[in-house]
């Protein structure tokens, strides 16, 4: 299973030419990031409040495949490539009409928010991500 949003490509995403900015795609897949954690029962606010952590980004490879262009209508789609102890692997992908522009991987780590140091993932988030983990051929 995938969790997805829409996304619609305003002006300020774009570059002189009228295309997507490189970096944009990093906020498109923060947003999308955001939004899976709450279509799955969680909120980042909730989450440094209640338990005392967060995500925080360990590495994200991008690769920028086709250009998109001011007023695109794209889906952003999310999935779970690997679950560990305190870290998690995303596969996060831009789409136009079925046809990939970005394809991003995302490693984050779940970290105690006084000390900035790796925690364990809460067994309910594990759970809840674990519907979106993509299968392994």
Same mark, same amino acid.
């Given at each position: 299973?995938?969790?997805?949003?829409?996304?619609?490509?305003?002006?300020?995403?774009?570059?002189?030419? =009228?295309?997507?900015? /490189?970096?944009?795609?990093?906020?498109? %897949?923060?947003? =999308?990031?955001? !939004?899976?954690?709450?279509? #799955?029962?969680?909120?980042?606010?909730?989450? @440094?409040? *209640?338990? %005392?952590?967060? $995500?925080?980004?360990?590495?994200?490879?991008?690769?920028?495949?086709?250009?998109?262009?001011?007023?695109? +209508?794209?889906?952003?789609? #999310?999935?779970?490539? +690997?679950?560990?102890?305190?870290? $998690?692997?995303?596969? @996060? *992908?831009?789409?136009?009409? %079925? !046809?990939?522009?970005?394809?991003? /991987?995302? #490693?984050?780590?779940?970290?105690?928010?006084?000390? $900035?140091?790796?925690?364990?993932?809460?067994?309910?988030?594990?759970?809840? $991500?674990?519907?979106? @983990? !993509?299968?392994?051929?």
């Amino acid at each position: 299973m995938k969790h997805s949003i829409d996304i619609r490509v305003y002006y300020e995403d774009t570059d002189a030419g =009228g295309i997507v900015y /490189h970096s944009n795609y990093l906020n498109f %897949g923060e947003r =999308g990031r955001t !939004e899976f954690l709450r279509h #799955t029962g969680f909120s980042n606010s909730e989450l @440094q409040s *209640r338990l %005392g952590i967060i $995500f925080v980004v360990r590495h994200i490879e991008s690769d920028y495949l086709k250009p998109a262009l001011l007023d695109d +209508e794209l889906t952003l789609e #999310t999935t779970i490539k +690997e679950l560990k102890n305190s870290s $998690f692997a995303m596969h @996060q *992908r831009t789409v136009r009409a %079925g !046809e990939v522009m970005a394809d991003m /991987h995302v #490693t984050l780590v779940c970290v105690d928010t006084k000390n $900035f140091k790796p925690v364990r993932l809460p067994e309910d988030i594990k759970e809840a $991500f674990q519907a979106y @983990q !993509e299968n392994i051929d």
